[in-house]
Nanobody
Framework: VQLVESGGGLVQAGGSLRLSCAAS????????MGWFRQAPGKERENVAAINWSGGRIYYVDSVKGRFTISRDNAKNSVYLQLNSLKPEDTAVYYC?????????????????WGQGTQVTVSS
């Protein structure tokens, strides 16, 4: 199983990025997919998660109204649209998969992880 993120980069505050994560080796159309981030010296945090149908979605408070998670089960992919970016959004962003339909939030519940993509927001 492999998760490959793309779309990170350097952007000015107020800008936008769209992160993509493509999974291979197993179909995750019935599983929860999520995005985490980890900034230097900080713990990894769950930014957003989505169940298989998109009917249940979680966002950490700090990104509500700015980030949007979505998925395409036909492409075995999950996306994260990042708008109105702030310097404090700077981190390595990871996609991850938790098996099943329960909207897990803790990183320990996610069993498959990508290698991460760097997002840097300049002020």
């Amino acid at each position: 199983v492999q998760l490959v993120e793309s779309g990170g980069g350097l952007v000015q505050a107020g800008g936008s990025l769209r992160l993509s994560c493509a999974a291979s080796g197993r179909t995750f159309s019935r599983d929860v997919m999520g995005w985490f981030r980890q900034a230097p010296g900080k713990e990894r945090e769950n930014v957003a998660a989505i169940n298989w149908s998109g009917g249940r979605i979680y966002y950490v408070d700090s990104v509500k109204g700015r980030f949007t998670i979505s998925r395409d089960n036909a492409k075995n992919s999950v996306y994260l649209q990042l708008n109105s970016l702030k310097p404090e959004d700077t981190a390595v962003y990871y996609c991850a998969v938790a098996i099943g339909d329960y909207l897990y939030l803790r990183s320990a519940s996610f069993v498959y992880w990508g290698q991460g993509t760097q997002v840097t927001v300049s002020s």
